[in-house]
């Protein structure tokens, strides 16, 4: 925060007067936008990587999926039936990749998000997706995705995925590569179906969102 207010300070403070000042003042909500737009990503970034960057080694793809997959939850509003109680944990399916049913336990142990205990599990079979509220599907779980879809078109669950044009199949959010950086998507109408809110502040972060 302190790095915001020292920009806002510059911004909205000229040193000269006359057409300089003037350009500067018009120039200031602009200049301000960015900047803000700016703290947030880094901020997203840096909570999403911290926990998985070391100085020896930078993250792997999965480890970077994962921490995305976690902050991810802080930017989403889920109705209140969609937990039994107020103190329902948050639960993760993982469809396929026994890796990452594995990073996402240890990554997400001990925390918490929206006030909830996160939980994961493999989903080994499709009737296992059922009382989960985030489903990631792996790119070799892909083959169970349209029977696990069929099961949940009543359930408000956030489906996640990491193959190509996976929001444009009725996913949510998918994970898309680009310039050798982990990216995301999102279909927002896909989201209001399931009647599930994604902050407009995550929404600004993706690479593309369908309406």
């Known amino acids: 925060m302190a790095i915001l207010e020292r920009g806002e300070s510059h911004i909205g403070r000229s040193t000269k007067g006359g057409a300089y000042g003037k350009r500067n003042a018009s120039l200031a909500p602009l200049v301000r936008s960015i900047h803000i737009k700016a703290l947030l990503t880094v901020v997203l970034t840096l909570s999403a990587l911290g926990p998985v960057c070391s100085a020896d080694k930078g993250p792997s ?38 890796q990452y049913a594995s990073q996402l336990e240890k990554f997400v142990k001990g925390k918490a998000a929206n006030g909830r205990t996160i939980e994961v599990r493999l989903l080994e079979k499709d009737k296992d997706a059922d009382s989960c509220h985030i ?54 109408a896909a989201a209001k179906k399931r009647s599930i809110k994604i902050s407009s502040q995550l929404l600004k972060l993706a690479r593309r969102v369908k309406e």
């Open 61 to 98: 793809e999965s480890e970077v999926k994962v921490a995305f997959i976690y902050n991810f939850i802080k930017f989403v509003e889920w109705p209140a039936n969609a937990f039994a109680k107020q103190d329902t944990p948050i639960t993760i399916g993982v469809l396929g990749d026994k």
């Open 135 to 188: 489903i990631f599907v792996t790119a070799s779980g892909m083959h169970r995705f349209n029977a696990i879809l069929g099961r949940l078109k009543d359930k408000s669950t956030l489906i996640i995925g990491e193959t190509e044009h996976f929001i444009d199949s009725g996913g949510i959010i998918g994970f898309v590569n680009e310039d050798k950086k982990v990216r995301f998507e999102i279909n927002i």
